[in-house]
């Protein structure tokens, strides 16, 4: 993330990581990628959720062993709490080790195909002792190709993502339309700028045959290529 990008954070959030508070605002100027990143891992670590871009639209960010920061989630979008989160991984390897996913070769397929990048998979969930895992047979992951997710993801393992909308809304295209849109404001924002509103394509690889679920970034004839 470049060094002028802009974070907005709650009125509550303490100065720190050599970033500068406007006095007549929320706005927060950021000095330094690396502090950036210690500072955002601070607050999910806290049990708040992050605004942050990434390479497709806007998303909010938390801990998936937080029970706060995943309901405040949910209660930003007024989404159903019946929808899962998708989970952000930093890499292939991460997916494969640290979760209990079912990998067979269409998800071994595509992640080579687009991870990094704009492509979340569906797979199934092995029974497990992972608690914030529990009473899911499947997952939606992904590999965002933006750096500062992937480094927050390094840093503190798999991490619980979804757009940053009201449920049933379009996904704005900038921090302070995203900001707009939720029902309630998150401990931190990060300015990306203008981003695309594309979402990413989601595959279904829990099933007999692959099925994408949602069209998004890729197109279909990609996803079919590949498989």
């Not at 007024?78 to 997916?95: D, G, K, N, T």
Request: proline content about 6%; aromatic content about 6%.
């Amino acid at each position: 993330m470049d060094s002028g990008r802009k974070a907005y954070c709650d009125s509550n959030a303490d100065n720190a990581c050599g970033m500068q508070k406007n006095s007549n605002s929320n706005l927060m100027k950021v000095s330094d990628s690396k502090e950036l990143i210690e500072y955002a891992a601070s607050v999910l670590r806290d049990g708040g959720v992050v605004l942050t871009p990434t390479d497709t639209v806007y998303g909010l960010l938390c801990m998936p062993e937080s029970a706060r920061a995943v309901q405040m989630i949910f209660e930003m979008k007024q989404r159903p709490f019946s929808q899962r989160l998708p989970i952000i991984v930093a890499s292939r390897e991460q997916a494969e080790e640290v979760l209990p996913v079912e990998w067979n070769i269409h998800a071994g397929k595509l992640a080579d195909a687009f991870w990094p990048g704009a492509l979340t998979i569906a797979c199934g969930l092995r029974k497990n002792s992972v608690d914030w895992l529990s009473g899911r047979d499947e997952a939606a992951i992904r590999v965002p190709d933006f750096f500062f997710v992937q480094e927050l993801a390094r840093k503190l393992g798999p991490l619980l993502m979804t757009s940053a909308n009201r449920h049933g809304v379009e996904t704005p295209h900038t921090v302070e339309g995203a900001l707009e849109s939720l029902a309630v404001r998150p401990a931190l924002a990060l300015d990306g700028g203008l981003l695309s509103g594309a979402p990413s394509t989601l595959v279904n690889v829990n099933c007999p045959s692959p099925v994408i679920e949602r069209l998004g970034s890729i197109p279909k004839t990609e996803i079919e290529r590949v498989l």
